[in-house]
T-cell receptor, first 109, second 116 residues
Framework: GQSLEQPSEVTAVEGAIVQINCTYQTSGFYGLSWYQQHDGGAPTFLSYNALDGLEETGRFSSFLSRSDSYGYLLLQELQMKDSASYFCAVRGGDDKIIFGKGTRLHILP | GAVVSQHPSWVICKSGTSVKIECRSLDFQATTMFWYRQFPKQSLMLMATSNEGSKATYEQGVEKDKFLINHASLTLSTLTVTSAHPEDSSFYIC????????????FGPGTRLTVL
């Protein structure tokens, strides 16, 4: 079976840094993705890690440790528009993407 | 860049009727498309994998006779919710497999289905 664990909610202050962790158990693994979803919208792709290490894209960074089956999404210089749900997802060998349950990020002014 | 569209973006129907949702890859060919369902404040759950020219593969617990999937061309997959009931009300999202993307898929904007 496959499972992904991430916190259900995280609260942070505008301008701060927040880290959302994700651990996974999968039968096949090609990479870990992160998606952002605002209420009422479809998920939008943020980042993808296939190899160990840190990937940086602007204010967002994503990290993967395959040996620990662990990854995280780091959001810097938080803005109010970053309030959304964030999903980690695993891409398996059959090209399927399995999503975690999502982390609701609340940002306080 | 690659674009995936869905039609309609929202639909309201009466209980017992059938609803068809289209998923199109607008500027690329997709031999494989995926259908997801998302209930409010929950995650996206993979329902089925749609392969052009062959039968769809359904995930465990998804009724294939209730959720009919047809992938008749390289740019179009359809999901038909048959005899819809209020519990089928959900956000349905498709994605198309595309090798040009790191995560391998492009997601459509979703279709909000409300069954009265």
């Amino acid at each position: 079976g496959q499972s992904l664990e991430q916190p259900s909610e995280v609260t942070a202050v505008e301008g701060a840094i927040v880290q959302i962790n994700c651990t996974y158990q999968t039968s096949g693994f090609y990479g870990l993705s992160w998606y952002q979803q605002h209420d009422g919208g479809a998920p939008t792709f943020l980042s993808y890690n296939a190899l160990d290490g840190l990937e940086e894209t602007g204010r967002f960074s994503s990290f993967l440790s395959r040996s620990d089956s662990y990854g995280y999404l780091l959001l810097q210089e938080l803005q109010m528009k970053d309030s959304a749900s964030y999903f980690c997802a695993v891409r398996g060998g059959d090209d399927k993407i399995i999503f975690g349950k999502g982390t609701r990020l609340h940002i306080l002014p | 860049g690659a674009v995936v569209s869905q039609h309609p973006s929202w639909v309201i129907c009466k209980s017992g009727t059938s609803v068809k949702i289209e998923c199109r890859s607008l500027d690329f060919q997709a031999t494989t498309m995926f259908w997801y369902r998302q209930f409010p404040k929950q995650s996206l759950m993979l329902m089925a994998t749609s392969n052009e020219g062959s039968k769809a593969t359904y995930e465990q617990g998804v009724e294939k006779d209730k959720f009919l999937i047809n992938h008749a061309s390289l740019t179009l997959s359809t999901l038909t919710v048959t005899s819809a009931h209020p519990e089928d009300s959900s956000f349905y999202i498709c994605s198309a497999k595309w090798g040009g993307r790191l995560d391998g898929q492009f997601f459509g904007p979703g279709t909000r289905l409300t069954v009265l």
